[in-house]
Each structure stands twice: as C-alpha cells, then as structure tokens.
C-alpha cells in the first residue's frame, strides 16, 4: 500500500507564496505519476497539477499556468507544488493523489485515474 502526506499549508496574503508538499511511503516504487487537486467549499474537487515520476511531463490547469511549479524528488519521495502570485480564489483545501498503473497526462487531469489520496491541506489567502 502506498501513504500520501501533505504538509505546507496556511495562510497567505493575496500576491504571497507557499509550498507544498506530498511525502509518500510504502510501495512507493509502484507510482506512476502524481497529481494535485484542490476543493473549496461548495464547490466540486479541481485538477491544479501533475507529474509523471520518470521522463520530465508535467501537466497544469489553466487557472494556475505560469504561478504554480509542481516537482518531484524521487529519492526522498517527495512532490512539491510551489505557489506564486496567488490569489483569493486559489483558497481551498489541496490533495496530493497516486497513480500506480500507466497513464496518459490527459486523463491524470481528472480523479478516475488515481488510486491513493492524501487527507487534504487548508491553503487560505487574505485580499
């Protein structure tokens, strides 16, 4: 089995920067790729971003191009969503996700894919 932890979290002033991040343990030689969604309240889980384990690919949501960076270290089984820029709206509560089994970066954009999920972090910022 694989564990997902997110760490990072808090709160931030509108034009402020945080980092996340999404330690995993177990079999975690098992996983394929990597994403990270977010929920705010009342509204339906989003895709942000991922990353395929080997080979480079990464994938963004519209909304946060060019002001979130997602990375990876696999030697210590770490995945990272760095924050720039950020804005009022991108508050909500963030999950880092698993996939074992091979898959296209278009479907990674979406939850099916996946099967592992962090608890989820708060990430809140103030206008």
């Known amino acids: 089995q694989v564990q997902l932890v997110e760490s990072g979290g808090g709160l931030v002033q509108a034009g402020g920067s945080l980092s996340l991040s999404c330690a995993a343990s177990?079999?975690?030689?098992?996983?394929?790729?990597v994403g990270w969604f977010r929920q705010a309240p009342g509204k339906e889980r989003e895709f942000v971003a991922a990353?395929?384990?080997?080979?480079?690919?990464?994938n963004y949501a519209d909304s946060v191009k060019g002001r979130f960076t997602i990375s990876r270290d696999n030697a210590k089984n770490t995945v990272a969503l760095q924050m720039n820029s950020l804005k009022p709206e991108d508050s909500a509560v963030y999950y880092c996700?698993?996939?074992?089994?091979?898959?296209?970066?278009?479907?990674?954009?979406?939850?099916?894919?996946?099967?592992?999920w962090g608890k989820g972090i708060q990430v809140t910022v103030s206008s």
């Open positions: 177990g079999r975690t030689f098992s996983i394929y790729a």
């Open positions: 996700a698993g996939r074992q089994g091979i898959a296209t970066m278009t479907t990674l954009t979406t939850q099916g894919p996946y099967d592992y």
């Open positions: 990353i395929i384990r080997n080979g480079g690919s990464s």
